[in-house]
């Protein structure tokens, strides 16, 4: 059965004579309308808060890449400041370990320079000289020539 057909005499009288299904309804439309309205406004609070995490989550990602960004440039800096000072203490454990220089006259041998220079013309100090000399030696088979510039390390 309905509720319409439910309905008693009386309460069908006070229906006639009252506006009581009216504000009934009109309180549920209220009552609908609020909860839309809160729902709504819950939608918009949950949009609003997604927007604000993604933003930071933007913005942290920028900065994240930022201080990546930095630190490499830092390492890549430290590399070449690194490689640079190598490549002076490289030099100047080089030229610390030369002794001097000496121009080949004819009939030298290694041997007599090396008598010359350390006081020793034993295969020991003379092999010094022909290692500091190899790219040079190694030209001439294994000989040096008058002319030749030769490193002199020191012992």
Do not use: C, F
């Amino acid at each position: 059965m309905a509720p319409e057909q439910k309905k008693n005499i009386l309460d069908s009288a006070i229906d006639l004579l009252t506006d009581r299904d009216e504000k009934a309804a009109a309180a549920a439309a209220a009552a609908k309308a609020k909860a839309d309205a809160e729902a709504k406004a819950k939608a918009d609070a949950e949009a609003a808060a997604a927007k604000v995490k993604a933003d930071a989550e933007a913005k942290a990602k920028a900065e994240a890449a930022a201080t990546q960004k930095m630190l490499e440039e830092t390492k890549a800096a430290a590399a070449a400041e690194t490689a640079k000072l190598r490549a002076e203490l490289d030099a100047k454990a080089k030229a610390d370990a030369i002794l001097t220089t000496h121009t080949v006259v004819a009939g030298e041998t290694l041997s007599g320079i090396a008598l010359k220079y350390y006081g020793h013309a034993t295969p020991e100090y003379w092999n010094k000289i022909k290692d500091a000399n190899k790219e040079l030696i190694d030209k001439h088979k294994g000989n040096i020539i008058a002319g030749d510039k030769l490193i002199i390390p020191k012992a």
